[in-house]
């Protein structure tokens, strides 16, 4: 077999933010022997970013206001794109792109391999089983996003955990020698589970042994408004700092301040998915800041209590609070679980992770044509 031809189909793919954005376009990024064309949404600024890539991208014009209508006409476009394409394998990095996939298998008999990250499959169940059964592989990110596409139906011999990388920075900066005491979380502000209330109702404990401790919290969404007046409750409002979404330059620059970093992130009720491993925490680790997480789903593969980080229960605001405030006020600790997460962080860089992904793709698509 010759250059590995891979179609990758995604409705999430830069310039839009987010962890799975993020995954597809290391992968394909930093896997230069493969030969790739993305199927993915268009979006704004999408022209100008796919420019400056140099990756073959394809972008589907979507339904306005109409996620599900977009999602079917992506579906729609990948297999016209598979006979034009001529993929050896086909990667749906989210189940909503698995029928798109299935139809190309079943049409031009091309292999089709499926990420599994775990918000999704509780979110559409009878779709994740349709990917699980159908896939001739699956990655998945986290032995916690493993049990729940097993339970979903897939065939353990065909599930391969390779979990998500992180961007290394050049250099860590010394900035946070002298910031003050300085939290930091970065997530969108759109799923409740990421934690952010809960660590709200930490703050006012925290600050009883801190009192200049900073909060700033990276990311925007429907929740700000709420945990604004959360803060303004707790009397916490002059120790929050809502920063908005940032650019990389300005969010790594936090990230070289910060002290701790936190996103507690628990189950959601009925205990299905979650944090399906937590890109975020590999981020603050590359960049020696300590982590504090919850204790359940995937960033019990992100962090190592005790190494990188703590894992607390989420649910509980005292034990956050002890974790935190522990970390900001022993700061040698805390510089010791910084170091060690960046030691760790360097053996998850995209090149190695990408380099798993295509080994998998390739032995799928050499499988296939015995």
Not at 57 to 70: E, F, I, L
Request: charged share 25%; hydrophobic share 45%.
């Amino acid at each position: 077999m010759g250059e590995l031809r891979v179609l990758v189909l995604t409705p999430d793919f830069p310039p839009q933010l987010g962890g799975i954005q993020v995954l597809v376009h290391r992968v394909v990024s930093h896997a230069p022997s493969m030969q790739t064309r993305v199927v993915t949404l268009d979006a704004r600024g999408a022209r100008d970013f796919d420019a400056s890539q140099g990756l073959e991208v394809c972008r589907v014009p979507p339904r306005r206001g109409n996620r599900q209508a977009s999602i079917l006409t992506l579906n729609a476009r990948a297999l016209g794109e598979a006979r034009r394409f001529k993929p050896d394998v086909v990667l749906s990095a989210h189940i909503i792109t698995s029928p798109g996939a299935v139809a190309i298998r079943h049409a031009l008999g091309v292999p089709m391999v499926q990420y599994f990250h775990a918000k999704e499959v509780g979110a559409k169940p009878a779709l994740a089983r349709f990917a699980a059964t159908q896939a001739d592989a699956s990655i998945v990110v986290s032995r916690y996003t493993r049990r729940l596409a097993a339970g979903s139906g897939a065939r353990p011999d065909r599930l391969h955990r390779i979990s998500p990388g992180v961007d290394l920075p050049e250099s860590r900066g010394d900035g946070r020698s002298d910031a003050p005491p300085t939290i930091v979380t970065i997530a969108r502000l759109e799923d409740r589970y990421k934690g952010h209330d809960v660590v709200m109702r930490a703050l006012p404990l925290i600050r009883a042994g801190i009192p200049d401790v900073r909060w700033v919290i990276i990311g925007d969404g429907p929740l700000r408004q709420g945990l604004e007046r959360l803060a303004r409750a707790q009397g916490v409002a002059d120790s929050v700092d809502f920063a908005g979404p940032l650019p990389d330059a300005e969010r790594d620059a936090w990230l070289d301040r910060a002290h701790v970093f936190t996103m507690p992130s628990r189950l959601p009720a009925g205990g299905f998915a979650g944090e399906g491993f937590g890109i975020v925490y590999l981020e603050a680790n590359a960049h020696g800041v300590p982590v504090v997480a919850g204790n359940v789903g995937g960033a019990l593969d992100a962090v190592e209590h005790g190494r990188t980080g703590l894992l607390v229960d989420p649910t509980d605001h005292l034990a956050i609070a002890d974790a935190i405030g522990g970390l900001l006020t022993d700061r040698a600790r805390g510089a010791e679980l910084g170091r060690a997460g960046a030691e760790r962080a360097r053996s998850f860089a995209w090149p190695r992770v990408a380099e798993r992904v295509e080994a998998l793709l390739t032995r799928v698509a050499a499988d296939h044509a015995v």
